[in-house]
C-alpha cells in the first residue's frame, strides 16, 4: 500500500446497492482515483469482512451509503466515525433516511410479517415461516441477522456528517464535485468547511426551463402514464404533483429533461423545516384557486383524496428527517396521546 494515499472506505447500509453502481459509473474516472487513493473497504465488490473495517487505525474519508435500520448499521456508522477524518453521507438514504424511511409508517414487526409471512409476491421458499432476527443457527454456526432498529434514520441522527452528498443515486455533477473535494484534500490534506452539501441551496423551479404561467389554477390532479403531458409547461400547472418548489437544485434535472416530474431526492432547502408540511403549503392553494371561496370542506377533501399516496409524493425521500418522524417516535414511547 502506497503511504502517500489516502484511505477510503465505502460502506454499504441501508440501500438497495444503487448508490454502488454510481461510483462504478465512474469507470475511468475511478481508475484515475485509484492512483491517489486506496479503497481500503467497499464490501459491495470485493470481500471485505467487518473486521478489515475494525482493524484500520484510521481512514481519510468514508463514504456511507444508505440509512441506519439495523443495529449493525448503527456499529459500522460508529466504527467509520471514529477512524475516518471526512465522514460524507452518500446519496438520499444516507443524507435524508430515504425510500427505506417510509418504512417508519409501521413497526418494525409489521414489517417483517408482511414481508416474510404474509406477502402474496412472497418468491423465497420460508416453508418455516421464520422471520429474520430470530435466532437461526447451521452446524453451530450463529446465522442471525441483527434487529431492526424502530426507524430508519439518517446519519445526522448518529453521528456528525462533514459532506452530504444527495440524490438517488448522486448524480455525475454530484460525483464531480465529491472528486474535486477529494482531490483538494489530496493535495492539501485540509478538512473542507462542513458541513457541506454538494448542491445548491435554491429551489429547482429556479433552474427548470419549463414554461411557468403567472397564476395557477389546478382542477384536477393527474398522474404520469395516465394521459399525455405537456413538455414545455410547468408540472403544477398541469395539476402534476412536483416537489421543484422545495427540493434542492444542482441534479442536473434529468428527470424533468424526460417529462418526469422532481421527487425530491436532493433533499429540502435549508429553509425548510419539514418537506411534507412546506409541500403541502406551497401546493393546498393552487386548487380551483378561482373557486376556492365557494368549495365546500368535503368538495376540497374530496380534490385531495385523489392522491393515491400522499406521504409517499410529500416525503418520498425525506421521512426520515421530518416532523412525523419525531411525532411517531414519541406516540411509540407513550410521550403523547
Not at 487513493?37 to 473495517?53: C, G, N, Q, R, S
Not at 412472497?122 to 441477522?145: A, C, F, R, V, W
Not at 422532481?262 to 408540511?277: H, K, L, N
Request: negative net charge; charged residues 25%; contains cysteine.
Amino acid at each position: 500500500m502506497n503511504e502517500k494515499k489516502i484511505k477510503i472506505a465505502i460502506i454499504p447500509a441501508a440501500s438497495c446497492g444503487g448508490c454502488d453502481v454510481s461510483l462504478a459509473n465512474l469507470n475511468e474516472k475511478l481508475l484515475e482515483l485509484t492512483n491517489f487513493v486506496d479503497i481500503v473497504f467497499w464490501p459491495t465488490v470485493a470481500d471485505f469482512k467487518i473486521e478489515d473495517l475494525e482493524n484500520l487505525e484510521s481512514i481519510d474519508i468514508a463514504l456511507f451509503i444508505g440509512s441506519i435500520r439495523l443495529k449493525e448499521h448503527e456499529e459500522k456508522l460508529k466504527l467509520a466515525r471514529e477512524k475516518a477524518k471526512i465522514l460524507v453521507a452518500y446519496g438520499a438514504c444516507a443524507c435524508f433516511g430515504g425510500i427505506f424511511s417510509l418504512g417508519n409508517l409501521f413497526d418494525p414487526e409489521e414489517l417483517l410479517e408482511h414481508v416474510y409471512l404474509s406477502n402474496e409476491l412472497i418468491t423465497t421458499d420460508n416453508t418455516e415461516k421464520e422471520i429474520p432476527g430470530q435466532k437461526y443457527e447451521i452446524n453451530g454456526l450463529d446465522l442471525s441477522i441483527t434487529p431492526l432498529t424502530d426507524h430508519a434514520r439518517p446519519l445526522n441522527d448518529f453521528a456528525r456528517v462533514d459532506i452530504y452528498a444527495p440524490g438517488c443515486p448522486p448524480r455525475e455533477i454530484v460525483l464531480d464535485m465529491l472528486i474535486k473535494v477529494i482531490s483538494d484534500y489530496i493535495q492539501t490534506r485540509q478538512i473542507p468547511e462542513i458541513p457541506l452539501v454538494l448542491a445548491k441551496d435554491t429551489p429547482l423551479c429556479n433552474s427548470c426551463p419549463r414554461i411557468k404561467p403567472e397564476k395557477i389554477s389546478i382542477d384536477r390532479f393527474r398522474r404520469i402514464g395516465r394521459e399525455p403531458i405537456q413538455q414545455d409547461l410547468c408540472f403544477l400547472a398541469q395539476g402534476v404533483i412536483c416537489l421543484g418548489p422545495i427540493t434542492r437544485d444542482g441534479c442536473g434535472l434529468p428527470c424533468i429533461k424526460a417529462n418526469m416530474p422532481c421527487r425530491g431526492c436532493f433533499g429540502p432547502t435549508s429553509d425548510v423545516i419539514d418537506p411534507g408540511g412546506k409541500f403541502a403549503s406551497a401546493f393546498a392553494p393552487l386548487f380551483k384557486l378561482d373557486q376556492e371561496k365557494t368549495l365546500s370542506d368535503e368538495e376540497l377533501i374530496k380534490i385531495v383524496e385523489e392522491i393515491d399516496d400522499p406521504i409517499g409524493y410529500a416525503y418520498r425521500f425525506t421521512l426520515g428527517i421530518s416532523l412525523l418522524k419525531r411525532i411517531m417516535r414519541e406516540i411509540k414511547e407513550g410521550r403523547t396521546e
